[in-house]
């Protein structure tokens, strides 16, 4: 039986050489530069919208005219602010091109 079993010096030697492959592969991992990719966003143009006349509204009632015109106002903010965070993406973009 013993005629069988492998030679132990190929299995210690065979197990350097798959340590050895593993050293490689994460040491080759190490060595590269990470680059960031930061792609600039559009800045999109603000859509022209109707006016609203108070005649228009006469037949609204001013609880529901002051929903309208609150409505308004948070969606002209909202827009403001998708406005400041695509500027300000956009400038640190720019500034890691650098």
């Known amino acids: 039986m013993a005629d069988c079993e492998p030679d132990a010096g190929y299995r210690v ?3 350097k050489i798959v340590w ?3 050293l ?3 040491l080759a991992g190490c060595a ?9 966003l559009p800045e999109p143009a603000r859509p022209s919208v ?3 006349l108070a005649d228009g509204l006469s ?3 001013d609880a ?3 929903r309208l015109a609150e409505r308004e ?3 002209i903010e909202y827009s403001e602010d998708l406005e400041t965070i695509i500027r300000t993406h956009n400038r640190n973009c720019r500034g890691r091109d650098e």
């Open 13 to 15: 030697r065979g197990m």
């Open 20 to 22: 050895v492959a593993i």
């Open 24 to 26: 490689a592969a994460l």
């Open 32 to 40: 590269g530069r990470t680059v960031y990719i930061c792609p600039e």
């Open 50 to 52: 109707p006016t609203l």
């Open 59 to 61: 037949c609204v009632s």
């Open 64 to 66: 529901d005219a002051d």
């Open 73 to 75: 106002r948070r969606i």
